[in-house]
T-cell receptor, first 114, second 112 residues
Framework: DGGITQSPKYLFRKEGQNVTLSCEQNLNHDAMYWYRQDPGQGLRLIYYSQIVNDFQKGDIAEGYSVSREKKESFPLTVTSAQKNPTAFYLC?????????????FGPGTRLLVL | EDQVTQSPEALRLQEGESSSLNCSYTVSGLRGLFWYRQDPGKGPEFLFTLYSAGEEKEKERLKATLTKKESFLHITAPKPEDSATYLCAPNSSGGGYNKLIFGAGTRLAVHP
């Protein structure tokens, strides 16, 4: 089955700790994205990548970092600089990253602060 | 500035009671408008893409339409399994890169 997997489903962060959210896809898509979803708000773009070893900041990149060493994987690190990290994090992918393409989403990771 | 507003925020319907959800948008260089369905605690599931004013797409009890400033998601004779949050997302080429601008969604509850 082709799709996008995210792990873990729930993640707890302590004060001052960096945590990493995993995103893997086997759709052979070039482009991958990270979004943050807060209650009552639309999804907001954190980072995106259209090709291996290259990525761009989205609208709310501060306090986050990413890497894209493999086509299939796009992990997101929530650093201690992100002061309000509690949210639902969604990873998505699309074929090439052009505007006309459909983005397909993973099941999400809920991050909570202890 | 790119903006998307979905209305109503929440909608309660009886099974079989048809209705429409609205998505009003202002974006730079529209390159497509996407509708997604999202169940609680899950990722959005793709429904439709519309590319030009006048275009319509249908899937089971859902029909999406597009004008230059709005998109509508019409739900005909809904069933309880249609209960979900419906997200609208036009694609904007403003700001130097292509991105989806998501609305906050309409929470639909269909009761038997």
């Amino acid at each position: 089955d082709g799709g996008i997997t995210q792990s873990p489903k729930y993640l707890f962060r302590k004060e001052g700790q960096n945590v990493t959210l995993s995103c893997e896809q086997n759709l052979n898509h070039d482009a991958m994205y990270w979004y943050r979803q807060d209650p009552g708000q639309g999804l907001r773009l954190i980072y995106y990548s259209q090709i291996v070893n290259d990525f761009q900041k989205g609208d709310i990149a501060e306090g986050y970092s990413v890497s894209r060493e493999k086509k299939e994987s796009f992990p997101l690190t929530v650093t201690s600089a992100q002061k309000n990290p509690t949210a639902f994090y969604l990873c998505a992918s699309s074929i090439h990253g052009t505007g006309e393409e459909t983005q397909y989403f993973g099941p999400g990771t809920r991050l909570l602060v202890l | 500035e790119d903006q998307v507003t979905q209305s109503p925020e929440a909608l309660r319907l009886q099974e079989g009671e048809s209705s429409s959800l609205n998505c009003s948008y202002t974006v730079s260089g529209l390159r497509g408008l996407f509708w997604y369905r999202q169940d609680p605690g899950k990722g959005p599931e793709f429904l439709f893409t519309l590319y030009s004013a006048g275009e319509e797409k249908e899937k089971e009890r859902l029909k999406a339409t597009l004008t230059k400033k709005e998109s509508f998601l019409h739900i005909t004779a809904p069933k309880p399994e249609d209960s979900a949050t419906y997200l609208c997302a036009p694609n904007s080429s403003g700001g130097g890169y292509n991105k989806l601008i998501f609305g906050a969604g309409t929470r639909l509850a269909v009761h038997p």
